[in-house]
């Protein structure tokens, strides 16, 4: 699994039709910036509303996960989502003229190759992920549905299907690795039984749906002339069948292909959760629906395990920067570089960390036998990475130099001590301007709020010093 986030390096367009709605779409893959995550766009609709790929937008789940923000709609989103994870894409803007995304060959395949095309591009920023810290169960009894997650330093999915079909049958298919969708899952097209094509249509769907693009399981005889009328349905000169099987004769990419698209479903609807997923994902039967029950529950968990809004740091990951590049970026040597590593940066936010040891220096007078690290270091080292982002701005930061100028409301709220690490994160107030920056710091420890203020402070040429 990739450590950092990531987003596409160029933009890139798919188009084409619905698979419900039968409206032709034109859907641009945008690159944004670290934690943008992905988001909708619906171009054609009056100031262009944002739609969060959000299982808290899940709105409709008829034949599909369908979302709904700000006025907004977008349907069918699991298999552009699937896509997405698969390529472990962290941030990006989806702009579409159109209800649906085009549905394509009915797989996840052909927005994988768009996007693949145009390259991906690494992030100075960890991600987020969310590891599942225990087992979580899900079951519909009345749809013989049981879903579960289970803790892994990994994300693994297993699907089984059981359709009571003589065509299909039983069928299992499994994801070990990420870096095996797009060969073993990607291509899997989405698939209806002959029996609902006529109901899916009195419901106003399948508007776009068509044999090129999904596969319709023949499970029962063929009446006479009941082939004329599946033609005219489905705007066919002719369709055929050979007894029980699949409508026009159409050829399995997969022996189970059905189960394989089941799995790359479940992987899209998942997306929805808002994190990247380490677990073992086990599902006998899923669905849109039980996809998205389960994807809530996991939501919450999420949210009840990490309750801070600091931003994600993982100490097994290696850092932005380490503190080679930290030492040559900032003047500052023994016993005052106060920083360890810069784990997030970007134009606007950055994020670091300071390990406190006993070692420290001050400790051997603040407070002997009580050591507490001081306030006003813990300031400086917050100060420190501020002064990483606005030497970042420029592009020869070593012929600066980097000079505080305010604290504004600093609070503490509790005590550092040695064994702890110190996670700051500092965010712009408003855009540098004429070297003046203003932003607003947070520290924590753990989930715990230590400090946080406001600091000001201008960026200097070294040479203006002697002028």
């Not at 395949?109 to 987020?128: H, S, T, Y």
């Not at 390990?355 to 420190?384: C, D, R, S, Y």
């Not at 550092?416 to 520290?443: C, H, N, S, Y």
Request: aromatic content about 8%.
């Amino acid at each position: 699994m990739k450590f950092y986030q990531q987003t596409i390096s160029k933009p890139v367009t798919v188009t084409g039709i619905g698979l419900h709605t039968g409206v032709i779409s034109h859907m641009t893959f945008h690159p944004t910036k670290p934690n943008h995550g992905i988001k909708f766009q619906r171009s054609d609709l009056d100031g262009k509303p944002i739609i969060d790929a959000d299982v808290d937008n899940v709105v409709d789940l008829q034949r599909g996960t369908n979302l709904e923000q700000n006025g907004a709609r977008i349907n069918t989103v699991e298999h552009t989502l699937a896509a997405l994870v698969a390529l472990e894409l962290d941030n990006v803007l989806i702009e579409i003229d159109g209800p649906e995304p085009p549905v394509l060959d009915g797989s996840a395949k052909p927005f994988m190759d768009a996007i693949l095309e145009v390259g991906l591009e690494e992030q100075n920023a960890q991600r987020n992920f969310f590891e599942v810290p225990q087992s979580v169960f899900y079951e519909d009894k009345k749809r013989d549905v049981e879903i579960a997650a289970l803790p892994l330093d990994d994300y693994r999915v297993t699907v089984m299907v059981d359709y009571n079909s003589p065509v299909l049958g039983s069928q299992h298919a499994s994801l070990n690795n990420l870096g095996d969708f797009y060969n073993d899952i990607s291509n899997a097209r989405t698939f209806c039984f002959l029996h609902e094509v006529e109901d899916l249509h009195k419901q106003n769907l399948i508007k776009g749906g068509d044999i090129s693009n999904a596969i319709v399981v023949v499970d029962r005889v063929i009446e006479d002339g009941e082939l004329d009328y599946l033609a005219d349905l489905l705007n066919k000169p002719k369709v055929e069948v050979k007894k029980e099987g699949i409508l026009n004769n159409v050829e399995l990419r997969h022996k189970n292909e059905p189960a394989r698209h089941k799995l790359l479903d479940v992987v899209g609807d998942l997306a929805l959760v808002g994190k990247p997923l380490k677990a073992q994902i086990l599902a006998a039967r899923p669905g849109h629906a039980a996809n998205i029950a389960f994807a809530r529950k996991l939501k919450k968990l999420m949210l009840d395990t990490n309750k801070s809004n600091i931003l994600h740091y993982d100490p097994k990951l290696p850092a932005v920067m380490d503190i080679n590049k930290v030492a040559s970026m900032l003047p500052h040597r023994y016993p005052f570089l106060l920083i360890d590593k810069i784990f997030y940066l970007d134009d606007k936010q950055v994020a670091g960390v300071k390990n406190v040891t006993i070692n420290e220096p001050f400790f051997q007078g603040h407070f002997p036998g009580n050591p507490v690290m001081p306030g006003v270091l813990q300031v400086e080292a917050m100060a420190q990475i501020g002064g990483i982002l606005a030497l970042s701005t420029v592009p020869d930061p070593d012929n600066y130099w980097t000079y505080f100028l305010g604290i504004d409301n600093f609070k503490f709220k509790k005590m550092v001590i040695p064994g702890d690490t110190l996670v700051m994160q500092l965010e712009l107030i408003a855009p540098i301007r004429r070297g003046f920056t203003k932003m607003r710091g947070v520290a924590y420890v753990g989930n715990e709020l230590v400090c946080e203020g406001v600091m000001t402070a201008v960026i200097v040429r070294k040479d203006s010093n002697n002028e």
